[in-house]
């Protein structure tokens, strides 16, 4: 059983940093070869796609968060991570992480939320003006 589960949500002002982990277990030994992403939703909207990493470490970025946000994977510790600066208040939402397909991500971000199979809870991001 795939489980996902992410920590380091919070409220923080326009301006601030935030760091986001997501602990992955249920397949130990095999994480490094998964492709990983963070995703978001804002209340009344559609969930999108904030950051990919795949299994060679290459990254994408959704357009509104490239330059500000960071990913990252630890394959040691199985985690995955987010290092969100420069936050605005439209970066409010909640945020989960998901694991993708074998090796490489999804090159179309905008419709590669139907090739992640398992998702986190998610956890809370607020950015106050």
């Known amino acids: 059983q795939v489980q996902l589960v992410e920590s380091g949500g919070g409220s923080v002002q326009a301006g601030g940093s935030l760091r986001l982990s997501c602990a992955v277990s249920?397949?130990?030994?095999?994480?490094?070869?998964?492709?990983m992403g963070w995703f978001r939703q804002a209340p009344g909207k559609e969930r999108e796609v904030v950051a990919t990493?795949?299994?060679?470490?290459?990254?994408n970025y959704g357009d509104s968060v490239k330059g500000r946000f960071s990913i990252s994977r630890d394959n040691a510790k199985n985690t995955l991570d987010l290092q969100m600066n420069s936050l605005k208040p439209e970066d409010t939402a909640m945020y989960s992480c998901?694991?993708?397909?074998?090796?490489?991500?999804?090159?179309?971000?905008?419709?590669?939320?139907?090739?992640?199979?398992?998702w986190g809870q998610g956890t809370q991001v607020t950015v106050s003006s």
């Open positions: 998901a694991r993708g397909p074998l090796f490489n991500c999804p090159v179309n971000l905008g419709t590669a939320e139907k090739d992640f199979a398992y």
């Open positions: 990493i795949d299994a060679y470490l290459n990254t």
């Open positions: 249920g397949y130990i030994g095999n994480y490094y070869r998964y492709c």
